[in-house]
């Protein structure tokens, strides 16, 4: 191997190099791999996991601001804990990142057409549904109104992906041999 001073290398290797990603990220987005378009309710799913995502990434940056103002997490009947500023702002920003991430997840496999995302999907909302009761007893004004916000995300993102519609997009294709 030949090292010059040009990093780059000449501007005809540069625009090899581009052309060959051009063509592999076309390549991508035509492959027939991709399941079929997907109906109206699944896509409306999709963007509400989205929305999903922004709204507890908002919950998290409000949870972090609002951190000095709580200072006490109450859980149940159980004595309540105090904590400190830096740990309620790494709880936060740990959850709030997880919780992020798992809504992304959700809509990218939903929207590949993975009947196991779907069902995932409804799971977690399940949780949701048995965590927002929790949220809404604790914590500033502002975040429980967040609470409630993206439990009626998932609600609406779940029943979406359950549609009669949505159904045929969830089910195996089987190509003919």
């Known amino acids: 191997m030949v090292v010059t001073g040009n990093r780059g290398g000449t501007s005809r290797e540069r625009r090899s190099r581009a052309t060959a990603i051009v063509v592999l990220v076309a390549d991508l987005a035509t492959s027939a791999n991709l399941p079929p378009n997907a109906p109206r309710t699944v896509l409306r799913a999709v963007w509400l996991?989205?929305?999903?995502?922004?709204?507890?990434?908002?919950?998290?940056v409000m949870i972090m601001i609002l951190a000095p103002r709580v200072g006490v997490l109450h859980v149940g009947d159980l004595r309540p804990?105090?904590?400190?500023?830096?740990?309620?702002?790494?709880?936060?920003?740990?959850?709030?990142?997880f919780q992020c991430l798992v809504w992304l997840w959700m809509a990218w496999k939903n929207m590949s057409g993975r009947a196991w995302a779907r069902i995932l999907s409804t799971v977690l909302f399940?949780?949701?549904?048995?965590?927002?009761?929790v949220d809404i007893g604790t914590g500033a004004v502002e975040s429980r109104v967040l609470?409630?916000?993206?439990?009626l995300v998932g609600l609406a993102a779940t029943i979406h992906l359950w549609r009669r519609s949505s159904g045929p997009y969830f089910r195996p294709q089987v190509s003919p041999p």
């Not at 804990?81 to 990142?97: C, D, F, K, P, W």
């Open 81 to 97: 804990i105090v904590e400190s500023h830096t740990r309620q702002v790494l709880r936060a920003g740990l959850t709030g990142t």
């Open 126 to 133: 399940g949780l949701c549904c048995i965590a927002t009761p």
């Open 147 to 151: 609470s409630v916000a993206i439990w």
């Open 49 to 60: 996991m989205y929305a999903g995502a922004a709204l507890t990434g908002l919950d998290a």
